[in-house]
Nanobody, 126 residues
Framework: QVQLVESGGGLVQTGGSLRLSCAAS????????MAWFRQAPGQGREFVAA????????YYADSVKGRFTISRDNDKKSVSLQMDSLKPEDTAVYYC???????????????????WGQGTQVTVSS
């Protein structure tokens, strides 16, 4: 059974920073690709960032590239999202997602992920 718990959301001004964390209750965490998605009010859930099982490969949505950084600690079974230079359009509920993978492939599509956290709200004021 996989459980994911996000934390670190909140209210921040434009240009500010936040760091989201996701604690995973996964027996073989190092076999899971991890990702962050977000969902703004009235919109669908969209990809933000993903990281490979070992952490050596990362992927980002164009909208956050250069501002967000995804990382993971396999010993602590956690994944983080450092968000800098935040913009009002980054306002959304952010979700942590996990997918067991048997190769170096790192999923980036919504329907490829089977396990999700409950989400954490990020609000960026202008």
């Amino acid at each position: 059974q996989v459980q994911l718990v996000e934390s670190g959301g909140g209210l921040v001004q434009t240009g500010g920073s936040l760091r989201l964390s996701c604690a995973a209750s996964i027996r073989a965490f190092s076999r899971y690709s991890m990702a962050w998605f977000r969902q703004a009010p009235g919109q669908g859930r969209e990809f933000v960032a993903a990281i490979s099982r070992g952490g050596g490969t990362t992927y980002y949505a164009d909208s956050v590239k250069g501002r967000f950084t995804i990382s993971r600690d396999n010993d602590k079974k956690s994944v983080s999202l450092q968000m800098d230079s935040l913009k009002p359009e980054d306002t959304a509920v952010y979700y942590c997602a996990a997918k067991s993978t048997i190769s170096s492939y790192t999923p980036r599509q919504l329907d490829e992920y089977s396990d999700w956290g409950q989400g954490t709200q990020v609000t960026v004021s202008s």
